[in-house]
T-cell receptor, first 113, second 109 residues
Framework: SAVISQKPSRDICQRGTSLTIQCQVDSQVTMMFWYRQQPGQSLTLIATANQGSEATYESGFVIDKFPISRPNLTFSTLTVSNMSPEDSSIYLC??????????FGPGTRLLVL | KQEVTQIPAALSVPEGENLVLNCSFTDSAIYNLQWFRQDPGKGLTSLLLIQSSQREQTSGRLNASLDKSSGRSTLYIAASQPGDSATYLCAVSGNQFYFGTGTSLTVIP
């Protein structure tokens, strides 16, 4: 199993600012993912964070808005840039290959005013 | 594109009752199906993982079944307890994970 921590756990931000969310795993993992969960909705995959190369973004998500770093096999960051109220969501990171159990961090609750 | 649907969206039962949550998916080409629990304001906790070659998995009071050909899975919770109150999500794994919309369960003491 993997233990995942995220920082911050929650934040309230002003429109137009940026927030960087950190995800730390207690073991080395190949695949790390970032999800968004908007109020009352299920999870939507934002991107796959690749170690040593650019992240792979899903349709509807772009690097300028959600830049991702993956400097090593235990850590990743997601930045939500130029925020608007529509970005208010829970952001979750997860790890695990597609064929096995997925482990999730506790999430970052973001409110944009 | 894979679509995952969960029925019902919300369920309220008295303590001690057995219950079934349903999950359906449109593309049977999956690696596995997972059931998760999400408590309010928290992340997801994996409950059961069923590989595509398996029919069911059991953990304590939980039993999950998978019928890949018909695109269906059920999560059976026996002798429900107030601590089971949470949102239950199913997810199927293909070229990425696709999540259902969840079933919000309330177990009334």
């Amino acid at each position: 199993s993997a233990v995942i921590s995220q920082k911050p756990s929650r934040d309230i931000c002003q429109r137009g600012t940026s927030l960087t969310i950190q995800c730390q795993v207690d073991s080395q993992v190949t695949m790390m993912f970032w999800y968004r969960q908007q109020p009352g909705q299920s999870l939507t995959l934002i991107a796959t964070a690749n170690q040593g190369s650019e992240a792979t973004y899903e349709s509807g998500f772009v690097i300028d808005k959600f830049p991702i770093s993956r400097p090593n096999l235990t850590f990743s960051t997601l930045t939500v840039s130029n925020m608007s109220p529509e970005d208010s969501s829970i952001y979750l990171c997860s790890v695990g290959p597609y064929q096995e159990t997925q482990y999730f961090g506790p999430g970052t609750r973001l409110l944009v005013l | 594109k894979q679509e995952v649907t969960q029925i019902p969206a919300a369920l309220s039962v008295p303590e001690g009752e057995n219950l079934v949550l349903n999950c359906s998916f449109t593309d049977s080409a999956i690696y596995n199906l997972q059931w998760f629990r999400q408590d309010p304001g928290k992340g997801l906790t994996s409950l059961l993982l069923i590989q595509s070659s398996q029919r069911e998995q059991t953990s304590g009071r939980l039993n999950a079944s998978l019928d890949k050909s018909s695109g269906r899975s059920t999560l059976y919770i026996a002798a429900s307890q107030p601590g089971d109150s949470a949102t239950y999500l199913c997810a199927v794994s293909g070229n990425q994970f696709y999540f259902g919309t969840g079933t919000s369960l309330t177990v009334i003491p």
